[in-house]
Nanobody, 121 residues
């Protein structure tokens, strides 16, 4: 089992930056992809970004490309999402995710509990 714990959410103003962090504990293996999804009330959970074990394969959704940066520390089993030029439409709950034995995340095997990001205009 893997436990994912997010931190770093909060309230910021439009144009500000914020960094989310996720720490994985439990039985983790090399080769697992980690990443972030988000879900607004009444909407489906959507992919934001993912990163492979070694960091060679990184993906972003079109809505965050150029503004968000994902990074990973495999020694600490953590993944960060640095969000820049935040917009009010980025307001939602962000979830950390992990996919076993894959370089990308299609359907995660594990989810964090979520952290709220609120961007005021």
């Amino acid at each position: 089992q893997v436990r994912l714990v997010e931190s770093g959410g909060g309230l910021v103003q439009a144009g500000d930056s914020l960094r989310l962090s996720c720490a994985a504990s439990g039985t983790t293996f090399g080769g697992d992809a980690m990443g972030w999804f988000r879900q607004a009330p009444g909407k489906e959970r959507e992919f934001v970004s993912s990163i492979s074990w070694g960091g060679a394969i990184i993906r972003y959704s079109d809505s965050v490309k150029g503004r968000f940066t994902i990074s990973r520390d495999t020694g600490k089993n953590t993944v960060d999402l640095t969000m820049s030029r935040l917009k009010p439409e980025d307001t939602t709950v962000y979830y950390c995710a992990l996919k076993r034995g894959s370089s990308i995340i299609s359907v995660p095997d594990y989810w964090g509990q979520g952290t709220q990001v609120t961007v005021s205009s």
